[in-house]
Structure formats: structure tokens, C-alpha cells
């Protein structure tokens, strides 16, 4: 007789945001689908985990990562994510309408890992960034190529990315940062996709470039420690960060090893002011900086006083609907794409830092035991560096 299940994950605390679960439950896939949850599912199983003790999630989703592999930042989506429970990542920005086709016909075909983009509006995206700034000459930022490009590869590009940073316009180059902006918003809404923002180091006012971005767009390194930073000068939230998280702008952490202040994310947690998804940046940083994977990160946030309910929705089920998949990912419900990551809480002491040597002592971390992809099971990672 066929087995019922081609894997059951039996006996977990399944947390699921998106379905307000946090209990006792055993998973079923079939067919690369999830197929069945229930408080006990009978039945034969091809394969059968042991999840006693441990937590059940969706896939993990990393909104903003850089996975051109064989470019200066590019890092391998298989080591450094889905072996950490990350079963969909998003690469932001690594390529632009003239390098595009490198990452989706060369990169992404040898990944395990879905990868959807996000499409630099500078044409060369960041092959040039380590050796200048990749919108110095305005002129490679070019509306009409990014917007088809955009609007050709809908199931890879889920929007168009602008860097408004020093490191990106030029050295105090408000001009250029100004006119990126517009271009992007431009392009953007051409192709009639997403936006997503770069807000760390800006040249220019974080308020004004707040105004730039809709319901959907994305503000991300929300938690940097610069001048132009979610706190305004009396140590509160900006009024205009409040007002574009009401209005459905998705406040992305974008951590990487510089991009997320200490000080700043516990401050604007205690006010309230949650980011809609945790996400690593995940690139290849110079000599002496760290950066974490989503995993890590999720045990960073549980410390800076975030629930576990909210930070795994941060990268399940708000994290899908953010890119526009929650009818595919971010939740077990049956039918949908067959994602899990069985995880422990592990207790102990931990110490996660940021950019400028801030700490962050936590008693509980996320530890991998096993990872699902389509209802399969992969080999999982515990180190928490990439």
C-alpha cells in the first residue's frame, strides 16, 4: 500500500502566525504540498521526524539578501540560508537590468533555495559598488530599461531598489539621491511593482524619502544608527515613520553588520514600533565585520523584547505577504508550498552585536534541526556568522 504521507512531522509545537496556532501538532506533505495538519495524523509516512520538544514554523523568508553569487558581495543562498531554515530569499538589488540575466539563467539555476529579486535601478546593480558608488553618474539609472526588464521577469522581479546612501549617490550628493529616488518611484510604478528603499546614511531626509513610498513599498535598514534614523532628536519615533507604517509601507530590518543600531531597534520596540520583517542584508562584508543569518537575528529580536509569536510571523507570514506570496508561503496550511523548519529554543547565554560594539545578551536561541523544502527534508546548519 502507498504511504499516506511522503514526510510526517509528528509531535512539534507548531507556530504559525497566520493561522494564530501556537500548539501541539503533527505536519503532513505530500507532493510538495502540506497536506494535513492535525493534533494527531495516522497513516504511514515515507519518512517520519521526531519534532518532541521542538518548535514547527513555515519556511523562513529573508526579504533582503544578496545572492549573485561570484560578484564581489554575493554570497551562495544554499550554505548560508537554506541550511539555516531559510527557504525562500529575496536578492535586493545585487543585480540591475543590464546583469540580470546572469543571476537568473547562471546563479539562481543551481540553487535549492527560491530566490525571487528585487532589480537595482542602476543598471550594473552592485557589480561596481566596492570600487564606487554604483549611481554616482545618474545616467545608469535608467527608468524605461528597469521598468521592462521589471515587467519581463514578473515571476523573478517583485520590484525595483534604489540605494539612497551616501555610498551609493556620492559623498553629499542630495542632488543625485533626490533624482534616484524620483527615477526609481518612476520605474516602479511603470512596471507596476514594488519599491523598495535603501534608508541608512542617507544624503538626504528620511522624512522626505518616507513621502516617496506606498502601501507595500519597502523601508529598509529601518534600525540604523545614522543621522536620519526612525527616532528624531527628542528620542521618539518621527511622526512620518509612524504615519508610513499606518499606511502599509513594510518597515524591513535589512540588519547586515552596520545597517541595524542596538540603541535604536530596542528604544523604538519599547514604543511600539515593530519591524514588519527581520531580515540579514546577507552579503559578503569587508574584513572584520559580522553578519548573522535570519535565524541568529530571529534570537536577536526575541532578546530586544519581541514576542515569539511575532518574530516568527516576521519571517513567515508577514515577510509573504511583504513580497506578495501568502497565498504560496509563510503558512502550513494545507495546500500550500510544503516549507517548515523544525527548530529548538535552546536556553543558555548568547551575545549578538552590532556595527558599533552595542550588545545584546540573550538566554534563548533558535538552533536548526531540521529543514523542509516542497516537502522534503535538507540537511540543516547551526553557526550563527555567515
Partial sequence: MTPA???LVRGGTLVDPAQSISARRDVAFR??????????????ATEVID?????????????HTHVYHGLATG???????????????????????MTLRGLRDYVI?????????????????????RIMPELADIKFAQVEEAARTAAENRGLVLGIKVRIAHGATGQ???????????????????????????????????????????????ATHIFNGNAEQVLGPDGRIRAAVRAA???????????????????????????????????????????????????????KFLALGMTLDDVVASVTSRAAAAIGKSSELGSLVPGMTGDAVVMDLEDG??????????????????????VIREGRRLPAAHEDQL
Fill in 75 to 97: 554570497r551562495h543562498a544554499d550554505q548560508t540560508s537554506l541550511a539555516n531554515g531559510v527557504t525562500t530569499v529575496v536578492d535586493a538589488g545585487s543585480a540591475g537590468w
Fill in 109 to 129: 539555476p543551481t540553487y535549492q533555495t527560491r530566490v525571487f529579486a528585487f532589480l537595482h535601478i542602476s543598471a550594473t546593480g552592485l557589480t561596481i559598488n
Fill in 245 to 299: 507604517k499606518e499606511r502599509g509601507v513594510v518597515l524591513d530590518v535589512g540588519h547586515a553588520s552596520i545597517h541595524c543600531d542596538v540603541k535604536v531597534a530596542r528604544r523604538a520596540i519599547a514604543e511600539g514600533l515593530l519591524p514588519t520583517t527581520i531580515s540579514t542584508d546577507l552579503h559578503t562584508p569587508p574584513a572584520g565585520r559580522i553578519v548573522y543569518n535570519l535565524r541568529a537575528l530571529m534570537s
Fill in 31 to 44: 507532493g510538495g504540498k502540506v497536506a494535513a495538519v492535525a493534533e494527531t495524523l495516522t497513516g504511514e
Fill in 172 to 218: 553629499g550628493n542630495q542632488a543625485n539621491a533626490r533624482e534616484a529616488l524620483r527615477r526609481g518611484r518612476q520605474a516602479a510604478d511603470l512596471a507596476g511593482v514594488r519599491l523598495m528603499v535603501h534608508v541608512s546614511d542617507t544624503p538626504i531626509p528620511l522624512d522626505e524619502i518616507l513621502e516617496h513610498l506606498r502601501e507595500g513599498d519597502v
Fill in 51 to 63: 519534532a518532541a520538544g521542538a518548535l514547527v514554523t513555515p519556511g523562513l523568508i529573508d526579504i
Fill in 349 to 370: 547565554h548568547f551575545t549578538y552585536t552590532d556595527g558599533a560594539g552595542n550588545e545584546v545578551k540573550a538566554t534563548r536561541r533558535f538552533g536548526t534541526r531540521h
Fill in 5 to 7: 504521507w511522503n514526510l
